[in-house]
């Protein structure tokens, strides 16, 4: 055996091992004990698709000032993290404090199905609509309830007492 074959056919098992790996990078979010709903909905947002592209996802709350004082807030924070992600996520390495930061490691789970193509985002109430027959003629009336209809209501009612 010539000594470039041989050199020819170790290359190539490498590269065919390489290609095998999946590489894993450490993604960061960063969180304050202040945050508002809407920014706190759009990070788990993201750690949602780090966590589905298979990046292990660093969750960091830093404290300023006078929050030091409040840990407690910190770890609530985290916990909801925690509860949004749900059967997703797997923490490898639990909230802890570190000086002025709050950190807490998760990791996709690989025993969770695929999750649902398109969730609901918090703070929508569903439409109910409810079809009932009236009388004999078989006309169908439909009822949306929704918040909407009460303020319809109100002023149907205020036109009548006029």
Partial sequence: ???????????????????????????????????????????????????????????????????????ELGSKILDAVIEQLGPIAKVDTSARLEGRNMTMVLSPDKKAAKRPASPKPAGTKPTTVITTPIKQDNSITTTETEPQNAKDENIQDSKEAI
């Fill in 1 to 71: 055996m010539d000594y470039g074959k041989f050199r020819y056919e170790e290359a190539q098992r490498l590269k065919e091992s390489r290609k095998k790996t999946v590489q894993i990078t450490m993604k960061e979010v960063k969180f304050k004990p202040k945050i508002a709903k809407g920014d706190f909905d759009t990070k788990v947002r993201h750690m949602l698709e780090f966590l589905d592209e298979g990046h292990k996802v660093k969750v960091t709350l830093q404290f300023r000032g006078r929050e030091m004082a409040h840990p």
